[in-house]
């Protein structure tokens, strides 16, 4: 039986070995670590010998599960992002049970169609065949509670909708996800102005914080190191089609490059006729300069190519590749943010040197990051990110959830 424990739930992840890690440093033997996978195989990326593998092939498995949770006495449940597996095994955990959502991205804007439809540029949204959402519709149910709460009523009433309004909302509101998220004790967003977002979805749980990894671990010996005489360039944090690489790599060849490279992580996040549209359109557009990065490889290996690039160009509109904005921030690289995503209005409310991406030119690719600037980038990173601040927010995070247990 578990007992006293805080569970956490996640699948296999890169990032799942450094957080466990982390938590046994930081409140050694408190938690309960399972990874939930569909297959009888060994896990790609956990490694961690605190891991217990949970098969769910079926629902029958499922429900066996989410009743060994109901049955155990813990302090919480903790689902790091939530997948269709996870969805369902909260909503089938007693109302009385605290459950902690870890937002990881996907979770939230992947989810909830009203969010979904802003994920892409309209270059993206053409190879993803998606139609874009019109400017009429997004305007009337963007983050509208009031729409929300005269649909609740036409559930009761006579009032009813026109058939496509009713579709809109029956697709955002009237879905497992929007329920289960509705059942959430706890939020844990990657940034901390993600929670504004998560309040006007009408979900009244609490706000904690957590980062997965410190600076320290992230870095290790490169910890001193900076790049404010490298020429290379990142693109993009994944083969994730939210990382709208397409606008970027048509941008970059227009730029004299000279011999820059330009590193895109193709490893993981995308289908494989993404990945291959995206490699045509990066060899046409930059030629030898285009270096996609096809194969996983390890942090070490990774933190080798961000050393060698000074310029981080992300044209993420959702949240996405933070832990790289920590790093290449942190090392003195001069990053290129989406101005509507949340990290660029956030790292910027914060008082980092930050860039539109658009503004990236002939010009500004000759223009590094000063000193000054790098170190003031650097010292706000550390207040945020060092492992005595991730140690802060996890006992905060472990108070929160323990008050909530005990009310």
């Known amino acids: 039986m578990l007992k006293n424990k805080f569970i956490h739930i996640f699948n ?78 909260a909503d089938n955990l007693n109302d009385a049970i605290i ?63 026109p058939s496509f309004i009713q579709q809109i909302l029956e697709n955002n509101f009237n879905t497992n996800y929007y329920r289960v998220i509705q059942k959430m004790n706890i939020v844990v967003p990657v940034l901390p102005n993600e ?19 410190c600076i320290e671990d992230l870095l290790g010996e490169n910890l001193n190191k900076n790049v404010l005489n490298q020429q290379h360039i990142l693109v993009g944090n994944s083969a994730d089609p939210a990382n709208n690489h397409i606008d970027v790599l048509k941008h970059l060849g227009k730029i004299n490059l000279g011999k820059r490279k330009v590193y895109v992580p193709l490893s993981y996040g995308g289908d494989i006729d993404y990945i291959n549209h995206i490699i045509k359109i990066g060899e046409k557009e930059l030629g030898e300069n285009f270096v996609p990065l096809k194969a996983f490889m390890t942090i070490e290996k990774y933190n080798e190519i961000l050393l060698s690039c000074g310029t981080v160009i992300f044209n993420h509109i959702r949240q996405q590749g933070v832990g790289n904005i ?11 943010l989406n101005k509507n995503s ?8 914060v008082g980092m040197s930050i860039f539109e991406n658009k503004s990236f030119s002939n010009k500004s690719i000759k223009v590094e990051l000063t000193a000054d600037e790098m170190y003031e980038n650097r010292k706000i990173l550390m207040e945020k990110y060092a492992l005595d601040a991730v140690q802060k927010k996890v006992e905060v995070l472990t108070d929160v959830v323990l008050k909530a247990s005990n009310s």
């Open 12 to 89: 296999d992840d890169k990032f799942i070995d450094p957080t466990i890690k982390l938590l046994e440093r930081i409140i050694p033997e408190q938690s309960v670590y399972i990874v939930i996978t569909n297959k009888d195989t060994e896990f790609k990326y956990v490694k961690s010998l605190l891991v217990e593998p949970v098969v769910l092939k079926n629902n029958r498995d499922l429900l066996v599960f989410a009743d060994r949770i109901n049955t155990s006495e813990n302090n919480g449940v903790f689902f790091h992002s939530l997948d269709d597996f996870k969805i369902q095994i």
């Open 99 to 161: 459950k902690v959502w870890f937002i990881w991205g996907y979770d939230l804007y992947n989810n909830w169609g009203i969010l979904k439809k802003n994920n892409y540029t309209k270059a993206t949204k053409q190879i993803l065949q998606k139609e874009s959402f019109s400017l009429k519709f997004k305007n009337l149910f963007l983050f509208n509670q009031i729409t929300f709460s005269l649909y609740l009523k036409s559930l009761k009433g006579p009032l009813r909708f």
């Open 195 to 213: 929670y504004e977002t998560i309040k006007k979805m009408n979900v009244k749980a609490e706000y904690a914080p957590f980062t997965y990894g």
């Open 326 to 336: 920590i790093i290449a921030g942190y090392l003195g690289a001069k990053i290129y």
């Open 342 to 349: 949340p990290a660029y209005s956030y790292y910027k409310s």
